[in-house]
Nanobody, 122 residues
Framework: QVQLVESGGGLVQAGGSLRLSCTASGGTFSSYAMGWFRQAPGKEREFVAAISWNNNTYYADSVKGRFTISRDNAKSTVYLQMDSLKPEDTAVYYC????????????????WGQGTQVTVSS
């Protein structure tokens, strides 16, 4: 029903920035809570950031102060602005949509994008 497509990943040097985008189709975007998760090789999928339908934001401690999540309901798009990137940020980043606010709980998200690779070199 709902499709999510991420874009904006790439290779950057430590200290650099990237802006990820995730565009949704097939649903009422403004009513969904949105989240970003990441997964490195051999690691579990981990919470990065979330934003509610009423614009409350939540961040993992590891990215707080460096990453910013935002949404543009007119474009059905959620963004993740990543600044001061570190090698440990290297992962595939996934956006997700939920009918309820799940924040960091993977099982509470209903739809997932295909992921976009972020690689940070030292």
């Amino acid at each position: 029903q709902v499709q999510l497509v991420e874009s904006g990943g790439g290779l950057v040097q430590a200290g650099g920035s990237l802006r990820l985008s995730c565009t949704a189709s097939g649903g009422t975007f403004s009513s969904y809570a949105m989240g970003w998760f990441r997964q490195a090789p051999g690691k579990e999928r981990e919470f990065v950031a979330a934003i509610s339908w009423n614009n409350n934001t939540y961040y993992a401690d590891s990215v707080k102060g460096r990453f910013t999540i935002s949404r543009d309901n007119a474009k059905s798009t959620v963004y993740l602005q990543m600044d001061s990137l570190k090698p440990e940020d290297t992962a595939v980043y996934y956006c997700a949509a939920g009918r309820v606010l799940g924040i960091n709980i993977v099982s509470l998200y209903d739809y997932w994008g295909q992921g976009t690779q972020v690689t940070v070199s030292s």
